[in-house]
């Protein structure tokens, strides 16, 4: 899908600005491939950059949910209207008061190790290891959930302290993954040899991770959904350059692109080609929003007039149309124009160098005095061009600026630990502001050991 909205926010608090739900999701397919749904073969297709893990309830970066969810599952699932539908659990039911949430799950379901899925491993799944590992949920499962037990062998129920209606949308597979208790009960999660051969009930088994080179997974011949997957193998291939993916596209070596997996720039190109299909949907749960964290807890960036210049010297409209190639549109706001509660009538900060300058001034900060390293992302050319413009508009105003290299798995272990000066990311808002926004911006959420929590560090100034 080619949906890159580039979003651009006017919080100094922990974004400068933010830029983009990226998503050219899926699909850039040619027909006759997996729109046909033809029985076996394989199908090739990206992952960028290369995931740090495979377990999405240790990590939740794109990549890294990107070929987990073909391993793993939730409870439920969501229709592009956001209503939740049928996953492992078959039904459900919610009390008048909104306090009890009673699952029934599916029958016959299995491990890919043969082993019987059962109300055991959702308890443990969501009451000891996603309440350890898995930073964004164990934020609502501490605050909301009063306990939680199995009824029997294929029955749920899980009370809230309070009423807290985005509830029932937690249940995907980035959110709560169920995790198999007899592979992980008693040990270190973070360091269960399972990590590395991930075990889920998925319709696509974990076969081979050449690092580097590619990810495959197998079919599942024991899914418990009858008659699927349609496909004998999923291949994604690692490559590092964005021209040699795209033009392993173009040759057929891959099938299928997503949002992210090739330069904007070439996007136009590829979907003119002969037999491929091009869609923008898919991305309705996530909605994601790029943002640029600054780190406060230092100079200079710890000082509010100087975040507010940041926020001036930055043209959004320039970054959305030359940067990204128009695919995309500046935020107003921190929650995207596609999910509850948006609203256009946000103030924005204009472009504004004289201002920008004026606000350094202001600040009594000497900025030149303290260098500036710029985090990259390892998302690609466009970040990296987004990179380069922050640099050189940083330097009209004083900074001094110099941008490091790192892959998805050491931008996520130095944001995680606050060893940034300034980084750009994007994250999910996940159909509600209070699962995909709030924990970005309280104060309950500033946290080590996560990329995902509040990671800009000071609360909020006024004015600021």
Same mark, same amino acid.
């Given at each position: ?215 495959? *997974? ?167 061009? *987004? ?78």
């Amino acid at each position: 899908m080619n949906r890159f909205t580039m979003r651009l926010t006017k919080s100094v608090l922990s974004m400068a600005f933010a830029a983009a739900g990226l998503a050219l999701l899926p699909l850039a397919l040619p027909t006759g491939h997996a729109m046909a749904q033809t029985k076996g073969g394989t199908l090739s297709g990206i992952v960028q950059p290369e995931p740090p893990i495979l377990v999405s309830a240790m990590n939740s970066q794109a990549p890294t949910q990107y070929v987990a969810g073909k391993i793993y599952q939730g409870l439920l699932t969501y229709s592009p209207d956001l209503k939740p539908q049928p996953e492992l659990a078959k039904s459900w039911t919610i009390s008048p008061d909104g306090l009890t949430y009673t699952f029934e799950l599916q029958k016959g379901v299995k491990w890919h190790d043969g082993k019987p899925f059962t109300s055991a491993d959702v308890v443990f799944s969501i009451d000891k290891l996603l309440r350890d590992v898995h930073v964004r949920t164990r934020a609502v499962i501490n605050k909301y959930m009063a306990s939680i037990r199995a009824v029997n062998d294929s029955t749920v129920e899980i009370k809230l302290k309070e009423p807290f209606p985005p509830f029932i949308s937690m249940f995907e597979t980035g959110t709560m993954p169920m995790m198999p208790k007899h592979l992980y009960e008693g040990t270190d999660y973070r360091n269960n040899p399972a990590n590395q051969k991930p075990v889920g009930t998925g319709p696509f088994m974990f076969k081979e991770w050449k690092k580097g080179a590619y990810i495959k *997974l197998a079919k599942n011949p024991n899914y418990w959904k009858a008659g699927k997957p349609y496909l004998d193998e999923l291949v994604f291939y690692v490559i590092p350059d964005s021209a040699s993916r795209a033009v392993a596209f173009e040759k057929g070596d891959v099938q299928v692109l997503r949002g992210g997996d090739v330069d904007n720039v070439d996007v136009k190109r590829l979907r003119a080609l002969p037999n491929v299909e091009y869609t923008t949907k898919g991305w309705e749960l996530f909605s994601p929003m790029a943002s640029m964290l600054l780190n406060e807890r230092k100079p200079p960036f710890d000082n509010v007039k100087v975040r507010q210049a940041v926020m001036h010297v930055l043209n959004r409209k320039m970054i959305v149309n030359n940067i990204f190639f128009g695919m995309g549109k500046p935020a107003v706001s921190p929650f995207s124009s596609t999910t509850l509660f948006f609203d256009k009538n946000m103030p924005e900060y204009d472009f504004n160098l004289k201002k920008a300058r004026e606000l350094v001034k202001a600040s009594g900060v000497d900025v030149g005095k303290y260098p500036v390293k710029i985090l990259s992302t390892s998302y690609g050319a466009n970040w990296d061009r *987004l990179d380069e413009y922050v640099k050189q508009m940083l330097e009209q105003i004083g900074f001094k600026v110099s941008i490091e290299s790192a892959d998805a798995g050491t931008w996520s272990a130095r944001v995680s630990n606050w060893e940034f000066d300034l980084t750009t990311t994007y994250t999910y808002q996940y159909g509600d502001p209070a699962l995909g926004v709030e924990r970005l911006y309280v104060t309950r959420n500033i946290v080590k050991g996560t990329p995902f929590a509040k990671r800009a560090g000071l609360q909020q100034s006024e004015g600021g």
